[in-house]
């Protein structure tokens, strides 16, 4: 397979947009950037910058990977992403406000009703509620990938608590630590104003007749995976990070117990599934959530961000529809696009699968973080029968997308420098009318040789990433 | 502030000074060890501080012989016992981590690498690095951590909680030492010679050996000691220079349901501030200690009812 690399042409000469760098590379000895990385890594280890992962013994925390190469996007190209990811996630709140109020999407059948209503994502409870500015998806991580000849793919929406929003503010918070020269010589737009347009949004989806709310961050404790970002962002905001415990529900009325007394909470932005948020109405055994929440979100009494029920427009089985939305509620063409996806509940495509499954990659329709997915052409002949039992058994609990050929960037590994494939997850806010990102995102790279899976729990690292100015 | 960052700020300070005052008093114990002495008389000084601690039980269950080696294994490197200086710092960075949105970033990164540390260092690694050495390293962490709050905290809610911690504990760590060192050095209150050499160590367990000499230009006796570590107004580590703070924290916290717990710090406080120490040994030193610890417990206990996590949920 060939591979689009960031850095090079097909003929390995470098493009336009990291001239700049590759000079700079060539020019640094490689022991100053082997201390630099050096340095990195304890600075990374001394601020705590790290992510427990499941599964490992509790309370063990891993260093994510950081690599000092940057990845560049030039500010064309970012252009023509920001406005696909706009045009996306304004369809997307749409689709959520339409099921759950006329379902006008449905009783045009365009997407098959059962798909939606069946979904375990779908939420009853939020039937006909209307939330603050018509939004529900305030914070979306849209799943950016590069294949062929370097078109981009949207490779999945994630509408209910996207997280890795920190890491792109700490590598590039390292970046110009380590090197500032480079910044002196490049028009790296920035991305440090996050947290300030985080709260904005926030703000402005407060409960009506609320002049000066108050925004919490909820977060499931110490011991989640993404603790460190969750207190990291409410102290960017200058919020109190608090958990379920910290809360309690009053005549429909949410509070937090302070050192003064209860003080009335306007708006939560929730680092927790929607299973967990009120053992009331959703899981009876959840611990983390707060008993009542959802009635006193129910009388608008409280805005929950995101809102609950987004997961069924983030789902895998929704995901084919995507373009049909844009075109249904927007009267546009989609300019980013989707990956061509078999959905194995239909017969043909299943059949489809069942025959190439060593060519396709196979994915949970519920799964998320990397888990329960197959990649044929990397995976044993016992990997693809497994998943072919799986795939007969449940054939509605999977899709199959074509094995992307994902761009590659120049990253540190052990042996030196080496293509690694990489993808990308901008952080779109939406408020009312306004959908906003800063230029830039998370980029993710697969460490090992290969490997087509970026997520951190599976191994993979991160980079900073660069949108130049013009 | 949230009850429960509150609660984290006020236990992270307790576990710390806790850490810094075992450091002192362990140091103490194995330098005066050192000293020719019977065997028996080094015994009991490190049999007191398993009492002092209350851990008799939890020692007895590990270690079937009372002496410098395992008393220092056990209050140094063991993970299960909780109030080994290895439990205290981890207990310090676990409520620092909850609530390290709060902490400053020089706060945060004293305690974690403090931590970071301490998780490296082996029992044998330590006594081969000499374990003076290690005191001096949790004292000197210790200090970093108060300098970086004092330094870098904004003084609101959150300095004033960790500050009753601090005081808190130090007020009832000074105590108990006094308490179970008087006892070890004057078994039956006899008036007879006193060990300068003892006496002095006590003094240096909490930093009162050159403000000793300053305060009283002197001889060492038995009483100044215990008026120095009662009821002295400037000495940091006495009794009634941390009720002092711990009323003045408590009057800038205040809410509506704390007076009583004001009440009751401001009893106490004004026994220090009025008191006598002749009075004070009239009574028996051993018994105005245990009366003095019982309240200090009850303070903390209204504190947390107060304005935290009640102990009682806590658990």
Not at chain 2, 125 to 140: L, P, R, S, T
Request: charged share 25%; aromatic share 10%.
């Amino acid at each position: 397979m060939n591979f689009y690399n960031e850095m090079y042409d097909a003929n390995g000469g470098v493009r336009e947009h990291y001239k700049g760098y590759e000079t700079w590379l060539a020019a640094t000895p490689a022991e100053r950037i082997e201390r630099k990385r050096a340095e990195a890594d304890l600075a990374f280890h001394r601020v705590g910058i790290t992510f427990a992962v499941y599964g490992e013994e509790a309370g063990k925390e891993r260093l994510i990977p950081f690599d000092v190469i940057p990845r560049i996007i030039p500010s064309k190209e970012w252009k023509a992403l920001q406005s696909g990811m706009r045009q996306r996630v304004t369809a997307l709140n749409m689709f959520l406000w339409d099921i759950y109020h006329d379902q006008e999407i449905l009783k045009a059948g365009k997407i098959p009703a059962e798909q939606v209503l069946n979904n375990a994502q779908y939420r009853p409870v939020m039937q006909g509620i209307d939330v603050p500015g018509g939004i529900y998806a305030h914070i979306a991580g849209v799943d950016i990938v590069r294949a062929g000849e370097g078109e981009f793919y949207v490779l999945e929406d994630n509408l209910r608590v996207p997280s890795g929003v920190s890491y792109m503010l700490e590598d590039r918070k390292m970046m110009m630590r380590l090197f500032p020269e480079l910044f002196a010589k490049h028009k790296v737009a920035p991305v440090q104003h996050y947290p300030d347009m985080l709260l904005e949004k926030l703000r402005a989806v407060a409960p009506q007749g609320i002049a000066d709310p108050t925004v919490v961050v909820l977060t499931p404790g110490a011991y989640n995976s993404a603790y460190f970002e969750h207190s990291f962002l409410a102290q960017q905001m200058g919020v109190e990070l608090v958990e379920g415990r910290d809360l309690f529900v009053k005549n429909d009325t949410v509070y937090m117990r302070t050192t003064q007394g209860p003080q009335r909470v306007d708006v939560i932005y929730r680092r927790i599934d929607d299973d967990f948020m009120d053992p009331l109405v959703f899981r009876a055994d959840s611990a983390l959530g707060v008993p009542g929440i959802l009635k006193a979100y129910q009388a608008g009494n409280v805005t929950l961000s995101n809102a609950i029920g987004t997961g069924v427009a983030d789902d895998k089985s929704i995901y084919p529809y995507v373009p049909d939305m844009i075109r249904f509620y927007l009267g546009e063409e989609p300019t980013l696009n989707n990956v061509p996806t078999y959905m194995c509940r239909k017969k043909d495509d299943l059949a489809y699968v069942l025959d190439h499954l060593a060519e396709l990659v196979v994915k949970e329709v519920h799964g998320a973080g990397g888990y329960g997915m197959l990649v044929g052409p990397a995976s044993t002949k016992e990997q693809i029968e497994h998943f072919r039992q799986l795939l007969i058994a449940k054939p509605d609990g999977y899709i199959a997308q074509p094995t992307l050929a994902l761009s590659n960037c120049p990253t540190f590994v052990e042996e030196g420098i080496a293509p690694r494939h990489l993808d990308l997850r901008p952080f779109v806010l939406s408020s009312g009318k306004c959908v906003n990102m800063v230029p830039g995102g998370l980029t993710r790279v697969a460490l090992t040789k290969g490997s087509l899976v970026v997520n951190s729990s599976q191994g993979g690292g991160t980079k900073d990433t660069w949108v130049l100015e013009d | 502030m949230l009850s429960r960052t509150a609660d984290h700020l006020f236990w992270m300070s307790r576990y710390i000074e806790r850490a810094e005052n075992l450091a002192r008093l362990l140091d103490v114990t194995w330098q005066t060890s050192l000293v020719p002495q019977s065997e028996e008389a080094a015994n009991q000084s490190w049999a007191a501080i398993i009492a002092l601690n209350s851990l008799e039980e939890a020692y007895a269950a590990k270690y079937s012989a009372v002496n410098g080696e395992n008393v220092l294994r056990f209050m140094v490197s063991d993970h299960d016992n909780y109030a080994s200086i290895h439990s205290c710092l981890r207990l310090a960075r676990e409520n620092a981590h909850a609530v390290r949105g709060t902490l400053t970033t020089e706060m945060w990164e004293t305690l974690n690498s403090t931590w970071l540390e301490a998780r490296e260092k082996s029992f044998e690694q330590i006594m081969n690095a000499g374990v003076g050495d290690f005191f001096e390293w949790v004292k000197v962490r210790s200090s970093l951590s108060r300098g970086t709050t004092i330094g870098t905290l904004l003084q609101d809610e959150a300095f004033h909680f960790i500050r009753l911690g601090t005081l808190l504990e130090r007020a009832d760590n000074t105590a108990r030492i006094l308490d179970v060192k008087y006892h070890v050095l004057r078994p039956h209150g006899d008036e007879g010679a006193t060990d300068f050499y003892q006496w002095g160590a006590l003094l240096r367990s909490v930093s009162g050996f050159e403000v000793y000499r300053k305060v009283y230009r002197d001889v060492i006796t038995p009483e100044r000691v215990a008026e120095l570590l009662i009821l002295h107004s400037d000495m940091p580590r006495s009794l009634r220079f941390c009720l002092s703070g711990v009323v003045k924290n408590l009057e800038l916290v205040a809410n509506s349901h704390s007076d009583e717990t004001m009440r009751q710090a401001g009893l106490l406080y004004s026994q220090l501030r009025y008191g006598r120490i002749e009075d004070i040994l009239k009574v028996g030193l051993h018994t105005w200690l245990t009366d003095f610890m019982d309240r200090i417990y009850l303070l903390g206990d209204g504190i947390s009812k107060d304005f935290l996590i009640p102990m009682s949920e806590a658990a």
